[in-house]
């Protein structure tokens, strides 16, 4: 019985590293999707471009003349 009880407590132990792990993985993930998100409209109707996008542009601008 007492390995059974270890055992389970084993899995438990790796069920929270697992979840701990998702987790962190999701808010990554989301952190991402919010940098690479092309374009975000704001409450007041702008269009904002990502800052990538923006610095791409400058970054043309700057080398074609």
Same mark, same amino acid.
């Given at each position: 019985? +007492? @390995?059974?009880?270890?055992? %389970? +407590?084993?899995?438990?132990? @790796? ?6 792990? *998702?987790?962190? *993985? %999701?808010?990554?993930? #989301? ?5 690479? +998100?092309?374009?975000?409209? /704001? #409450? /007041?109707?702008?269009? *904002?471009?990502? /800052?990538? #996008?923006?610095? /791409?542009e ?5 080398? #074609?003349?």
């Amino acid at each position: 019985m +007492d @390995e059974l009880r270890e055992e %389970a +407590d084993r899995m438990q132990a @790796e069920l929270a590293l697992a979840e701990r792990d *998702w987790k962190e *993985w %999701a808010i990554a993930r #989301s952190r991402v999707g919010e940098v690479l +998100d092309p374009v975000k409209a /704001s #409450s /007041s109707g702008r269009t *904002w471009v990502h /800052s990538a #996008s923006v610095m /791409s542009e400058g970054y043309r601008r700057t080398r #074609s003349g």
